[in-house]
């Protein structure tokens, strides 16, 4: 079983929709949690991390942690065609990026 | 400019061929990382340099090597090239900040044959 599971999509949605990105994990000693946005032949950049529980927001998007369920969440509000892209969550026991665990990445289209 | 540059982009290559892959960034920063991505694995850590003197294997070293020629310079080498090592490859740097921030490059798509 993988640390991290990711549903690799594609997901297919109408311009301003809003989006729900889910990655599921095992190890409960988890406490850092990333999503990164990677376009098509760029690398991964990085959208947006929480440290522990909760949530956090930045403009249209909005991270969620439920470390009770082990599940984290992305949110897109009134999605854009830009942001189309493969969106990877990643997450570490500690901060070291040398530890990060990625997920295998979910392929999102948004249709004008 | 890009800030983390890798070359080649693109790459076709030969079973048993020594291959090396090459990363220069102006960010700046200590540390740096070459992952490989595969559909369905995600990305994966090969090796990680924290500074010049300092090496460090991930997750999947094996028929890796790499070369911390200078603060800016970050190498990965295959020494015998194998089909499953056919992937994308990304170079990575990061500023050690409380939560690093990693910035990737473009990439570099590797075809053994």
């Known amino acids: 079983q993988k640390e991290v599971e990711q549903d690799p999509g594609p997901l297919s949605v109408p311009e301003g929709a809003i989006v729900s990105l889910n990655c599921t994990y095992s190890n409960s000693a988890f406490q850092y949690f990333m999503w990164y946005r990677q376009y098509s032949r760029k690398g991964p950049e990085l959208l947006m991390y929480t440290y522990s529980s909760g949530n956090k927001e930045d403009g249209r998007f909005t991270a969620q942690v439920d470390k009770s369920s082990k599940y984290i969440s992305l949110f897109i509000r009134d999605s854009q065609p830009s942001d189309s892209a493969t969106y990877l969550c990643?997450?570490?026991?500690?901060?070291?990026?040398?530890?990060?665990?990625f997920g295998s990445g979910t392929r999102l289209s948004i249709r004008p | 400019d890009a800030d983390v540059t890798q070359t080649p982009r693109n790459r076709i290559t030969k079973t048993g061929k020594r291959i090396m892959l090459e990363c220069s960034q102006t960010k700046g920063h200590d540390r740096m990382y070459w992952y490989r991505q595969d559909p369905g694995l995600g990305l994966r850590l090969i090796y990680y340099?924290?500074?010049?003197?300092?090496?460090n294997k991930g997750e999947i070293s094996d028929g890796y090597s790499v070369s911390r020629q200078a603060q800016a310079k970050f190498s990965l080498s295959l020494e015998s090239a194998i089909p499953n090592q056919t992937a994308l490859y990304f170079c990575?740097?990061?500023?050690?900040?409380?939560?690093?921030?990693?910035?990737f490059g473009p990439g570099t798509r590797l075809l053994v044959l």
């Open positions: 990575a740097t990061s500023d050690g900040g409380t939560v690093e921030t990693q910035y």
């Open positions: 990643a997450m570490s026991v500690g901060s070291s990026a040398s530890k990060i665990i």
């Open positions: 340099s924290f500074d010049v003197k300092d090496i």
